[in-house]
């Protein structure tokens, strides 16, 4: 099971990505969406951008100086991956790797899906599925939530917008986010919020 999102880039990667953004005035705030989607020689492979804020669904892993975002359907294809950059003499760039999947290319980017851990995707997809139900109603009021991670039923989550602020964030929290996910997913036990 998926307790934390993990993406650790290393020490010159993430100096790397300080650079880009700091190149020039208009990524001031960015973060880097990290990705996987269907190509490259292996059947998947992995993407990076600059991206200035995250996205409807994104997860948020904080890194040293940036945000780094995930789309929730690529977090099972990018939990557990090292983002590392390299100089040679005849390239430079990003490497990943990532010993949750199967058969990675030489490449460094593209990578065969390990087989499917039912329990971790699952659990994860019903509870993103569930939140889906509830950001309407939270949208509408200016607000959001992002899951952050998921332990022995307990479900982290943090709210954002107007919610983040609000006098009413654990009434929300409890009364609609948390109700929600246990009447739709049976293994959540609890929510909380993450700060």
């Known amino acids: 099971m998926i307790t934390k999102l993990q993406v650790v880039l290393t020490e010159r990667a993430g100096e790397q990505v300080r650079a880009l953004l700091a190149r020039d005035g208009t990524t001031a705030g960015y973060g880097l969406r990290v990705g996987a989607e269907p190509g490259g020689c292996s059947g998947y492979k992995y993407s990076l951008a600059l991206a200035p804020t995250a996205e409807k669904g994104d997860i948020t892993v904080r890194q040293d100086g940036f945000d780094v975002f995930v789309a929730s359907e690529s977090a099972s294809f990018v939990?557990?991956?090292?983002?590392?950059?390299?100089?040679?003499?005849?390239?430079?760039?990003?490497?990943?790797?990532?010993?949750?999947?199967?058969?990675?290319?030489?490449?460094?980017?593209?990578?065969?899906?390990?087989?499917?851990?039912?329990?971790?995707?699952?659990?994860?997809?019903?509870?993103?599925?569930?939140?889906?139900?509830?950001?309407?109603?939270?949208?509408?009021?200016?607000?959001?939530?992002?899951?952050?991670?998921?332990?022995?039923?307990?479900?982290?989550?943090?709210?954002?917008?107007?919610?983040?602020?609000?006098?009413?964030?654990?009434?929300?929290?409890?009364?609609?986010?948390?109700?929600?996910?246990?009447?739709?997913?049976?293994?959540?036990?609890r929510v909380v919020l993450a700060y």
């Open 79 to 189: 939990h557990g991956v090292r983002i590392d950059y390299v100089e040679s003499l005849t390239s430079s760039g990003f490497v990943f790797s990532n010993p949750r999947v199967s058969d990675p290319c030489s490449c460094g980017s593209s990578f065969s899906a390990a087989g499917p851990d039912g329990d971790e995707d699952s659990l994860w997809q019903q509870v993103d599925e569930a939140i889906q139900q509830v950001r309407p109603f939270l949208q509408r009021d200016g607000g959001d939530v992002t899951v952050v991670d998921i332990t022995a039923g307990v479900v982290s989550v943090r709210l954002t917008g107007a919610c983040g602020g609000c006098s009413a964030a654990l009434d929300t929290l409890t009364g609609v986010i948390e109700r929600q996910l246990k009447e739709s997913v049976p293994a959540v036990e």
